[in-house]
């Protein structure tokens, strides 16, 4: 079971970034699937989730209107779309893939928002 997280990088504010989250060794389109982030001296947050097979969406208030989460479930792919960034955006993203009591993490990608 493998949640694998791309895309990140620095980035100047305003502009975008495009998270992708492989999932492999479970059937992921089974799961709900959230991005998560942390930054330096904070708590993990959740920032976008997306439901299984319906697809319904849901956002923290930080980014509603400039994210977009989707997933590809032929794919067992999920994405983060990520525009008009914001220096307090920065932070480690990570995906999680939850269904019941199961559970899957991946290691995280790096987003940095420079003014």
């Known amino acids: 079971v493998q949640l694998v997280e791309s895309g990140g990088g620095l980035v100047q504010a305003g502009g975008s970034l495009r998270l992708s989250c492989a999932a492999s060794?479970?059937?992921?389109?089974?799961?709900?699937i959230g991005w998560f982030r942390q930054a330096p001296g904070k708590e993990r947050e959740l920032v976008a989730g997306?439901?299984?097979?319906?697809?319904?969406?849901n956002y923290a208030d930080s980014v509603k209107g400039r994210f977009t989460i989707s997933r590809d479930n032929a794919k067992s792919m999920v994405y983060l779309q990520m525009n008009s960034l914001k220096p307090e955006d920065t932070a480690v993203y990570y995906c999680?893939?939850?269904?019941?009591?199961?559970?899957?993490w991946g290691q995280g990608t790096q987003v940095t928002v420079s003014s």
């Open positions: 997306i439901s299984s097979f319906r697809g319904i969406t």
């Open positions: 060794g479970f059937t992921s389109d089974d799961y709900a």
């Open positions: 999680r893939a939850r269904r019941g009591s199961a559970e899957y």
